[in-house]
Nanobody
Framework: QLQLVESGGGLVHPGGSLMLSCAASGNTLDYYLVGWFRQVPGKEREGVSCRSNYFGINTHYADSVKGRFTISRDISKNTIYLQMNSLTPEDTAVYYC????????????????????WGQGTQVTVSS
């Protein structure tokens, strides 16, 4: 059973940066597509970014984070990352990583319903 644990959240000033990490255990991420999502109270979970499995290079970003966020994966550490730059108060949310088995190297989606495995979330607060 795949387990995901996020870390790296915290309080940052507007314009600042954070890198979130998501460490996987119980299985390797080679054949999983991975994604980052975020949620604020009272709103639906929003897809932020996704990346296809190890054998593909497909990535996708929500319009709200394009050019500011970067998703990456380190297979040797079985970990995925979300580098977040130029943060604004609108980026404040609980951030979740997610994964789903996929053999397709082009499979990358921001549809939360596609993902079976989720981390517990990490709070990101952008405030002056």
């Amino acid at each position: 059973q795949l387990q995901l644990v996020e870390s790296g959240g915290g309080l940052v000033h507007p314009g600042g940066s954070l890198m979130l990490s998501c460490a996987a255990s119980g299985n390797t991420l080679d054949y999983y597509l991975v994604g980052w999502f975020r949620q604020v109270p009272g709103k639906e979970r929003e897809g932020v970014s996704c990346r296809s499995n190890y054998f593909g290079i497909n990535t996708h970003y929500a319009d709200s984070v394009k050019g500011r966020f970067t998703i990456s994966r380190d297979i040797s550490k079985n970990t995925i990352y979300l580098q977040m730059n130029s943060l604004t108060p609108e980026d404040t949310a609980v951030y979740y990583c997610a994964a789903e088995q996929s053999a397709r190297p082009d499979d990358c989606t921001l549809d939360a319903g596609r993902y079976r495995y989720w981390g517990q979330g990490t709070q990101v607060t952008v405030s002056s």
